[in-house]
């Protein structure tokens, strides 16, 4: 259990909004600048208040898309969802110099800690890339020859997260796989579909360079992934999840 | 609390089955660290031990022919989603334990996996725990724990290990596997007790 630590309490923390960039129709990227943020790990999430006038206050838990700074600015992606309550608002109404509270950072089991040296395969279903581009950009901030590469499956072409990030890192020793379930681009070969076990054994550290694998995406995604990762021989102990929803369709948010 | 400028919300009705920060969801999601355990009933086993000396020990054969109950409760994730009335079959630890308790005041709770949680072991006594194996008139399926898991309802539900394999009794606690990575020791979400601190 290395990397194991037992945090002090939690406190909230008032967070402004100093920037937003639009991901896809439906996903926005908030930069906050928060007071006295202790900092984080690539991989963690914090928690997310929103008050009303009333009073009244909702709760959600984020994964942080940013790097580790040594500063106090953290970047959360949100994906807008239709019968949420808090994403609506934070994704089409919250504007800049706008405050939210956080708390965090949360979890320490699906990071990526720059120490790391060995391979590092990343799968990533819709908005499960958000963990793993922190650390993508993690292991570029700090100059770590970790070699790194990121399977992402998407529906479409448009529904693509940090493309133009994600386009730059072949020229940084990073592979990119994108996998289109629904509709490809033009010039993919591959017809839209599901991953299957060849494609992940094609677009993956092979289990002989013992990479350590993080898949993150909607629960069924991250069952279908995993289990391939560990069909093709990977070791059930070196492939770290996270799941969202029942389904894949994280209601309530 | 900072006001966020515009926002309204709209779950303000109070249900008083929903214990403080949680919200109803009809959905039964998945949480866990990592791949899904596949365990054939003809290869699982549960044991209880005191860290030294295995003192029981059930094949899935032996574990079914105990006597089990349905089970209907409440159940709260951590991540905030809770989810009424949810059916199940167990079998009660206060079956499971008994005459073994010794000296012990804390349990550690073991799974295929490698997954741990520990607890107060008076938390797993008195009617409110169970090892369940159905749920909502099935088997249990991988992605919920089976094929059988920890129930404990009145903590959040990390506690309640999918995929239980052993209880290790203990006289000292020492924490599981979320409890190290920050997550409370307890659990309880009628205090939210969500993170170490709270």
Redesign the interface.
């Known amino acids: 259990?290395a990397g194991?630590?037992?945090?002090?309490?939690?406190n909230?923390r008032?967070a402004r909004v100093i920037a937003l960039r639009d991901e896809t129709a439906t996903a926005r990227t908030i930069t906050f600048e928060v007071a006295g943020w202790p900092g984080h790990v690539a991989g963690q999430r914090v928690d997310l208040?929103?008050?009303?006038?009333d009073?009244?206050?909702?709760?959600?838990?984020y994964s942080i898309a940013s790097a580790p700074h040594e500063d106090t600015r953290i970047e959360l992606s949100i994906e807008r969802l239709p019968n949420g309550?808090?994403s609506p608002?934070l994704t089409q109404?919250?504007?800049i110099g706008?405050?939210?509270?956080l708390r965090g950072p949360?979890?320490?089991?699906?990071v990526w800690r720059a120490e790391q040296a060995e391979p590092v395969q990343l799968v990533a279903g819709g908005s499960g890339i958000v963990p793993l581009m922190a650390m993508i950009r993690s292991r570029i901030a700090k100059r770590s020859a970790a070699p790194f590469r990121l399977l992402y499956s998407i529906r479409s072409p448009d529904a693509v997260w940090y493309r133009d990030e994600l386009r730059e890192l072949s020229t940084k020793g990073i592979g990119v796989t994108f996998v289109y379930t629904r509709t490809s681009p033009p010039d993919q070969p591959r017809p839209p579909g599901r991953i299957d076990t060849e494609l992940v054994a094609e677009a993956s550290w092979p289990p002989s360079s013992t990479p350590t694998c993080y898949v993150c995406g909607p629960?069924s995604f991250v069952?279908r992934a995993?289990?391939m990762?560990?069909a093709l021989g990977h070791s059930?102990?070196r492939?770290?999840?996270e799941?969202?929803?029942?389904?894949g369709?994280?209601?309530?948010r | 609390?900072?006001?966020?400028?515009?926002?309204?919300?709209?779950?303000?009705a109070a249900n008083a089955k929903l214990p403080p920060?949680q919200?109803?969801?009809t959905?039964?999601?998945?949480?866990?660290?990592?791949?899904?355990?596949h365990v054939p009933p003809d290869e699982w086993e549960l044991t209880i031990d005191d860290g030294t000396t295995v003192l029981r020990r059930w094949d899935w054969n032996a574990f079914r022919e105990l006597p089990s109950e349905t089970i209907t409760v409440d159940i709260h994730c951590v991540?905030?989603?809770s989810k009424l009335g949810t059916a199940w079959e167990g079998v009660s630890l206060d079956t499971l334990l008994t005459g073994i308790t010794g000296n012990a005041s804390f349990a550690l709770a073991r799974s295929y996996?490698?997954y741990t949680t520990n607890l107060p072991l008076r938390d797993l006594q008195n009617k409110q725990a169970w090892i369940a194996f159905r749920y909502d008139g099935a088997e249990l399926p991988p992605?919920h724990g089976g094929p059988a898991r920890l129930l404990v309802p009145h903590l959040y539900l990390w506690k309640s290990a999918k995929w239980i394999r052993g209880i290790t009794l203990r006289n000292h606690d020492e924490?599981g596997?979320?409890e190290?990575?920050?997550y409370h020791n307890y659990g309880d979400p009628w205090r939210e007790q969500r993170?170490?601190?709270?």
């Open positions: 259990m194991a630590a037992v945090l002090g309490r939690l909230w008032i208040r929103v008050t009303a006038a009073g009244y206050s909702a709760v959600r838990e309550e808090v608002y109404d919250l504007a706008d405050v939210v509270e949360i979890g320490g089991w699906f629960t069952e995993a289990g990762l560990i059930p102990d492939v770290r999840t799941r969202f929803g029942p389904t369709d994280p209601r309530g | 609390m900072a006001e966020s400028r515009g926002f309204v919300g709209r779950n303000r920060g919200y109803l969801t959905d039964f999601p998945v949480l866990s660290a990592g791949p899904t355990p991540t905030r989603w996996g490698g992605e924490p596997f979320w190290r990575y920050g993170y170490s601190g709270d």
